[in-house]
């Protein structure tokens, strides 16, 4: 049984990348009379949403990156799905959202069999991910209403927590079911380990938590989330994959795309994998100057009223 101390270090522990690394700026739901503004970090300039939606549509994996609790990140995930899917019929949703334990569940959901109730209650969502079920129901929505495939992306809760409390090399064997095998979880980069530091540095109270196991956690999850991707991409040649995923898990590229990159070059030598990463509503300068996070902020605002 966790004791108290425990139990919070493992809420602490989980909602570090659950709530997005990325200074924030809280924006309201925007519906309709927004205007979208698409910035290329790589070249630093803007560029017209439709073309940036064409090259998108022609990607291998596009990584949709939300701060969990801004309702404007979702909504712009949905209409950049909508749009992509209008492009590209073939198109796969990879959430985060989901544990994969739970993909059966979800392919009921899709062919009809579980309503959202049942959906919520047999993946046990509010218990594993917890944040409002109608940020993301829509999403579903669409994707059953047109067939999409959505794929669980996440490793299991109790997982996570005992690599965090005890380490990777005390997962038993059933434990390890829904994870990579120990050769295919690399630890690092150094880059992403100093960043992780920093954040474990930062926190009040972490002292007492041991950094290496800290750090173990989180590659886990990375890796957990970069198998089944790649998986996808074997299993499903020629879809595209759209990720909803916090950004923490894409900046740089440490925490996901390169580690979905490692898998698939032994698969696909000969074409090599397109993926792009969009950081939604994350218009702050210190993100804005920096070429390297990611290849586009992707933001919404509501338009001035002509006068």
């Known amino acids: 049984m966790l004791t108290n101390q425990s139990t919070q270090f493992v809420a602490w522990f989980l909602s570090l990348f659950i709530l997005c690394t990325l200074p924030t700026v809280a924006a309201p739901l925007v519906t309709k009379n927004v205007a979208l503004?698409?910035?290329n970090l790589r070249q630093q300039q803007q560029e017209d949403p439709a073309i940036v939606l064409q090259k998108l549509a022609q990607a291998d994996v596009v990584y949709l990156g939300e701060t969990h609790d801004r309702p404007a990140d979702h909504q712009?995930?949905?209409?950049?799905i909508q749009a992509l899917q209008r492009l590209r019929p073939k198109l796969a949703i990879g959430m985060e959202m989901f544990q994969r334990p739970y993909q059966s569940v979800l392919n009921r959901y899709l062919a009809g069999a579980l309503t959202e109730a049942e959906l919520q209650a047999q993946s046990?969502?509010?218990?594993?991910?917890?944040?409002?079920?109608?940020?993301?129901?829509?999403?579903?929505r669409f994707a059953?209403?047109?067939?999409?495939?959505?794929v669980a992306l996440n490793t299991p809760t109790e997982v996570t927590r005992k690599t965090a409390r005890t380490g990777l090399e005390s997962l038993t064997l059933i434990e390890r079911r829904f994870i990579p095998p120990?050769?295919?979880?690399?630890?690092?980069?150094?880059?992403?380990?100093?960043?992780?530091?920093?954040?474990?540095?930062?926190?009040?109270?972490?002292?007492?938590?041991?950094?290496?196991?800290?750090?173990?956690?989180?590659?886990?999850?990375?890796e957990t989330m970069a198998e089944r991707i790649?998986?996808?991409?074997?299993q499903q040649p020629g879809t595209l994959v759209?990720?909803?995923?916090?950004?923490?898990?894409i900046l740089y590229g440490d925490g996901i795309p390169k580690r979905v990159a490692r898998r698939v070059q032994g698969i696909r030598s000969r074409t090599?994998?397109?993926?792009?990463?969009?950081?939604?509503?994350?218009?702050?300068?210190?993100?804005?100057?920096d070429r390297q996070i990611a290849d586009y902020i992707w933001s919404a605002s509501a338009k001035s009223e002509e006068p």
């Open 37 to 39: 503004v698409a910035f």
């Open 76 to 80: 712009a995930q949905l209409e950049i």
């Open 124 to 140: 046990q969502y509010q218990k594993r991910w917890g944040y409002p079920w109608n940020y993301y129901v829509p999403i579903l």
């Open 144 to 150: 059953q209403s047109n067939q999409l495939p959505v």
């Open 182 to 222: 120990p050769s295919a979880v690399v630890l690092g980069p150094q880059a992403y380990r100093d960043r992780i530091q920093q954040i474990h540095a930062d926190h009040s109270g972490s002292a007492s938590v041991n950094l290496e196991r800290f750090f173990q956690a989180q590659v886990l999850w990375d």
């Open 230 to 234: 790649a998986q996808t991409l074997q």
């Open 242 to 249: 759209v990720v909803l995923v916090g950004q923490g898990h």
């Open 272 to 289: 090599p994998l397109t993926q792009i990463s969009l950081l939604l509503n994350a218009d702050v300068p210190e993100i804005r100057r």
